[in-house]
C-alpha cells in the first residue's frame, strides 16, 4: 500500500484490511477526509492500480464528498486521462439532483 494513502489521508487500517487500498469504499473515505481536512465543500480523491499484463488498462477510482453523502465511479487508467476523468466524475456530481 502507497505510503502517502496510509500518512496522508487517515484512512481506518480496517477498511483498508477489508476492501484494500484500490476499492470504491477507500476512494470514498479518501474524498472524505481530504474534504474535512482541507475544510472544503467538496472532496475529491483518485485511487488505482498501475498496468499489468493481465489488466492493460489498469483500474482507478474517483471518489467524491460532499458531507451530505459520496460517490464512487470505476475507470479504465490510462495516465493521460485520468484527471479528465476525475474532473468529469466531479461534474457529473455537481449537476446531479439532490
Same mark, same amino acid.
Given at each position: 500500500?502507497?505510503?502517502? =494513502? %496510509?500518512?496522508?489521508?487517515?484512512?481506518?487500517?480496517?477498511?483498508?484490511?477489508?476492501? &484494500?487500498?484500490? *476499492?470504491?469504499?477507500?476512494? +470514498?473515505?479518501?474524498?472524505?477526509?481530504?474534504?474535512?481536512?482541507?475544510?472544503?465543500?467538496?472532496?475529491?480523491?483518485?485511487?488505482?492500480?498501475?498496468? =499489468? %499484463?493481465?489488466?492493460?488498462?489498469?483500474?482507478?477510482?474517483?471518489?467524491?464528498?460532499? &458531507?451530505?453523502? *459520496?460517490?464512487?465511479?470505476? +475507470?479504465?487508467?490510462?495516465?493521460?486521462?485520468?484527471?479528465?476523468?476525475?474532473?468529469?466524475?466531479?461534474?457529473?456530481?455537481?449537476?446531479?439532483?439532490?
Amino acid at each position: 500500500m502507497p505510503l502517502l =494513502t %496510509k500518512v496522508a489521508f487517515g484512512i481506518d487500517s480496517s477498511l483498508i484490511s477489508r476492501y &484494500g487500498a484500490v *476499492s470504491p469504499e477507500a476512494a +470514498r473515505a479518501m474524498a472524505e477526509v481530504a474534504r474535512k481536512s482541507l475544510k472544503a465543500e467538496i472532496g475529491i480523491s483518485i485511487t488505482g492500480a498501475v498496468e =499489468t %499484463k493481465e489488466r492493460p488498462m489498469g483500474i482507478t477510482y474517483v471518489g467524491i464528498a460532499d &458531507g451530505k453523502g *459520496s460517490s464512487a465511479s470505476v +475507470r479504465p487508467r490510462r495516465r493521460q486521462n485520468i484527471v479528465s476523468a476525475a474532473l468529469f466524475e466531479l461534474r457529473k456530481f455537481l449537476i446531479s439532483p439532490g
